[in-house]
């Protein structure tokens, strides 16, 4: 999860996921499961379905996803 920029809070919470080979996700689902686990505020307000950028040592690129999250906002 990454901020996502928002008009009235500032910043969200926005999940990307990125699905093994041959599995499916629907977002509400995944919505419904983080509202019975997570802080009403910690839930994030949309899910983006992709490959998760990576470095070569395999840790997640997160300043690559933080500009993904605000062209998404925009």
Known sequence: MVAMPHEK???TPCAFVELAK????????LRSWCRGC???FKVPG?????????TSTGKIQKFALREQ???IAS
């Open 69 to 71: 999250a605000k062209k």
């Open 22 to 29: 041959g599995q499916e996700a629907d977002a509400e689902i």
């Open 9 to 11: 809070w500032g910043e």
């Open 38 to 40: 997570l802080a009403p």
């Open 46 to 54: 949309r899910f983006v379905f992709m490959s998760i950028p990576r």
